[in-house]
């Protein structure tokens, strides 16, 4: 994306030196915890390889194997294993400057210098030993990122992963002495006789000589690795994910109310499981989720375009105390511009959201012809239509509408991060749109007459933003298309004179490679986006905002180098809940949603008007 001059950029945001840029580029990883991290990956490698086979053992490389840290002892090959899978683990937080991890290498170097000299007498090992604890020691200061933010579930979550490597790594050290193993024993005995030696008992395969009790101390040390990582992990101190406080939501209500016309995506930052930080003067704010490292922002920053360098200055120093991947998704030109230009950032554009004019909006022509066709038949079916604030909807009939959403959700998570709320129905939400679809049934099901649901946030004082479409699977098909223009046909008597519908990804490619004249090149990308449009709804979702004649507002990625986009585009499918790494309980165990945290303010004006 080219960047523009400060003059033609909009809003008239204040230029920064050349010399300031340079100061918010941002947290990349620095040439020696670079080097040590790879450092360690090695030993870490080279340490499993030695404890797994026994044909290493006896190569050439083991020449050099047999001096690294972990290789020592009558008890080789299970130190082996122990020393190289925590050096592995530490890698990546060496990498990243982790302080933490700095500390942990910093004791396990030592330790396995001392046993070198020891147990083999080796002083090759102790210099291999204190040659990667050197530039641990000299560059220390290029190692103090501070912790991510965590919970009790990731021991829960390393249980699971140890354990299933350990499952899997005992399997090949089991299996790869055949020539000395007794007898023919089947793959349910080996499994055996793995999970027998994780808890240190034996199990059903037998050995020859010594290599029984190299098998049986290697699995022990298995067993032991995953129980102390996850009881370290289990008891230390919690560092729990930053979450937007009433304070923080009452300050962000505030700028929106003066600057929320902006932005559409301005109220998705009312998100509550989203953290914030302001610029010194109050006037702009960024907020943010940190997921696998990246640092998520999503939209344009809140508030006064001129203090947005302020709040972005602040969010680069957030990503470099924790050396956190800095990443933005689904902002707009101007903010593209704002971020490239005050932190040096790179922007690709991610995909162009659908905007519709209500004045130009009408069901009459050849280009509405099956939109119109389809809500013509779908109201002579009986179906009704209601648009509504939520501030106009009693208690009870909002508490059968979150029920039915979170019922006739179609997936175990809430999707849906940078372009959706996260809830409905909340009383600090009043001016919230919420389009319902109903149908008298001769036997009504448990929400009634209630068939689906369009929940629509402020986009200043006259725009509306699409949030959430659900409906009941037993509704007839065209439930989205019937609300969506009975909310059009009713803005006007909302003072609503635009509405943002959703986001279609990539949706430039999409329509120029099924144009006449289209590359291989564009053929070839678009057919790549239909293929994995099956999981992902990329082709779907632009064909059904296209049926309302939107105009395309497009929307950028931002991000520090092209080798993390792999990383961020999976952090970003983590917050929009399209991978989903966590344990959830099954459905029928969940409590029934109530409505989240409210702000004091708009209780009080609720009982006002009910009064």
Avoid at 162 to 188: E, K
Avoid at 255 to 263: N, P, Q, S, T
Avoid at 451 to 476: C, E, N, Q, Y
Wanted: with cysteine; aromatic share 8%.
């Amino acid at each position: 994306m080219s960047v523009r001059t400060d003059e033609e950029l909009s809003g008239g945001v204040p230029s920064r030196s050349r010399s300031a840029r340079r100061v918010f580029r941002g947290p990349r990883p620095e040439a020696v915890p670079v080097l040590v991290a790879r450092a360690c990956t090695l030993v870490g490698v080279l340490d499993i390889a030695a404890g797994v086979f026994p044909r290493f053992r006896h190569s050439r490389m083991h020449t050099i194997a047999e001096v690294l840290p972990g290789s020592f002892g009558p008890f080789a090959a299970a130190l082996s294993l122990s020393a190289g899978i925590l050096l592995l683990l530490l890698a990546h937080g060496l990498r990243r400057g982790k302080r933490r991890a700095w500390r942990a290498a910093v004791a396990l170097l030592p330790a396995g210098a001392v046993a070198q000299f020891t147990y083999r007498h080796s002083l090759l090992g102790v210099i291999i030993s204190l040659a990667l604890l050197a530039p641990l020691l000299r560059h220390r200061d290029q190692f103090a990122a501070l912790p991510d933010p965590r919970s009790r579930w990731r021991a829960l979550a390393n249980f699971v992963l140890m354990g299933a490597g350990s499952l899997a790594l005992g399997l090949v050290i089991v299996s790869v002495h055949t020539n000395r193993m007794v007898g023919d024993p089947s793959l349910a005995d080996r499994i055996t006789h793995v999970l027998y030696g994780l808890f240190g008992f034996e199990g059903p395969v037998d050995y020859q000589g010594d290599t029984s009790w190299t098998v049986g101390f290697s699995l022990g040390a298995l067993g032991l690795l995953t129980a102390v990582t996850t009881i370290y992990l289990a008891f230390r101190p919690e560092h729990p994910a930053a979450r937007l406080t009433e304070e923080d939501e009452t300050r962000l209500r505030a700028l929106l109310e003066k600057h929320g016309r902006r932005d559409s995506l301005g109220h998705f930052a009312l998100r509550r499981d989203k953290a914030v930080v302001f610029s010194p003067s109050g006037k702009a704010a960024v907020t943010y989720r940190v997921v696998s490292g990246v640092m998520l922002a999503s939209g344009d920053p809140i508030g006064d375009v001129e203090a947005w360098p302020g709040a972005i200055e602040r969010f680069m120093d957030e990503a470099r105390a924790h050396s956190w991947t800095p990443a933005v998704m689904g902002c707009s030109e101007t903010g593209g511009e704002v971020w490239t230009r005050e932190t040096g950032l790179d922007a690709l554009e991610l995909g162009d959201e659908a905007v519709v004019d209500v004045a130009d909006f009408s069901l009459a022509g050849r280009a509405m012809r099956n939109v119109r066709q389809m809500v013509k038949r779908i109201e002579r079916a009986g179906y009704e239509t209601r648009v509504r604030r939520v501030r106009d909807l009693g208690e009870a009939e909002l508490e059968r509408i979150r029920n039915a959403a979170e019922d006739w959700r179609g997936t175990d998570t809430e999707r849906g991060f940078s372009m959706a709320l996260g809830r409905v129905g909340d009383a600090a939400d009043g001016d919230c749109l919420i389009a319902t679809a109903h149908k008298a049934d001769d036997q009504p099901g448990e929400y009634g007459d209630l068939k689906a649901i369009l929940h629509f946030v402020p986009w200043g004082t006259d725009g509306a933003s699409l949030d959430l479409m659900r409906r009941d699977r037993s509704a007839d098909p065209g439930m989205n298309e019937l609300l969506i223009v009975a909310a059009l046909q009713a803005a006007p008597k909302f003072g609503i004179t635009r509405m943002s519908l959703n986001f279609a990804m990539f949706r430039s490619a999409l329509a120029r490679g099924e144009k006449i004249g289209a590359g291989p090149v564009l053929r070839a990308w678009r057919g790549l986006l239909v293929f994995l449009s099956r999981w992902f709804q990329i082709e779907s979702l632009y064909k059904f905002n296209a049926k309302f004649q939107p105009r395309w507002e497009p929307r950028f990625v931002v991000y520090r180098a092209s080798a993390d986009l792999p990383r961020i585009g999976f952090a970003a499918m983590q917050a929009e809940g399209f991978v989903n790494l966590a344990l959830p309980l099954p459905r029928f165990l969940r409590r029934r949603r109530t409505a989240p945290r409210v702000c004091t303010h708009a209780v009080a004006e609720r009982d006002v008007r009910a009064a």
